[in-house]
């Protein structure tokens, strides 16, 4: 059974960098699979942040202006995101979640549970 | 890349067919799924490919996409299918792309 759990700090300061990660487990991240952030403020609908497949190739949502590094960890089995020069508008519910297909058009069929992370002094 | 626009609310009577809509220039040239998500959880994937239902999905759940727009129809909708739903557009150069949800209420 695949499964995703993200982990990080709840708070981040203003101007700083937020920093998660997601475990994989029940399948290896060398799988020819897209993996994905996605984030979805409080009250708000869901924005897609980006993705990147186990060979490092990456994209991005450009409205977020090239604040966001997404890696992948293989030996620890997980893929990280940084955002940099948060502000409160970068305060959500982060998931990380899976597209199944090596071309990335199967849809996100494996969701973390989320991770609340708030920007605040 | 573009947005995707969706009806902020749908109603729908227990035991009838509630289609939600999806809106995007030339929408139908790139591939949508749809979401289901309960307050408090993650979303679930119920629709893939426009139309495919992954495993776990109930046949009452269907879709479909063409030029501007994508539908998700849910057919004999229960009182469990309430619930917000989100479009998402997937283009092989651009990648990903949420609409802005809506929230089905099953009176």
């Known amino acids: 059974q695949v499964r995703l759990q993200e982990a990080g700090p709840g708070l981040v300061k203003p101007s700083g960098t937020l920093s998660l990660t997601c475990a994989v487990s029940?399948?290896?991240?060398?799988?020819?699979?897209?993996w994905n952030w996605v984030r979805q403020p409080p009250g708000k609908g869901l924005e897609w942040i980006g993705e990147i497949f186990y060979s490092g190739r990456s994209k991005y949502n450009q409205s977020l202006k090239g604040r966001v590094t997404i890696s992948v960890d293989k030996s620890n089995y997980q893929f990280s995101l940084k955002v940099s020069s948060v502000t409160a508008a970068d305060t959500a519910v982060y998931f990380c979640a899976r597209d199944p297909s090596p071309n990335g058009s199967d849809g996100f069929d494996i969701w973390g549970q989320g991770i609340m992370v708030t920007v605040s002094s | 890349s573009y947005d995707l626009t969706q009806p902020p609310s749908v109603s729908v009577s227990p035991g009838q067919t509630a289609s939600i809509t999806c809106s995007g220039d030339?929408?139908?040239?790139?591939?949508a799924s749809w979401y289901q998500q309960k307050p408090g959880q993650s979303p679930v994937l119920v629709i893939y490919q426009d139309n495919k239902r992954p495993s776990g999905i109930p046949e009452r759940f269907s879709g479909s996409n063409s030029g501007n727009t994508a539908t998700l129809t849910i057919s004999g909708t229960q009182a469990l299918d309430e619930a917000d739903y989100y479009c998402?557009?997937?283009?092989?150069?651009?990648?990903?792309?949420f609409g802005g949800g809506t929230k089905l209420t099953v009176l």
């Open positions: 029940g399948i290896s991240i060398s799988s020819h699979h897209w």
């Open positions: 998402q557009a997937w283009d092989k150069s651009t990648a990903r792309i």
């Open positions: 030339n929408l139908g040239e790139d591939y």
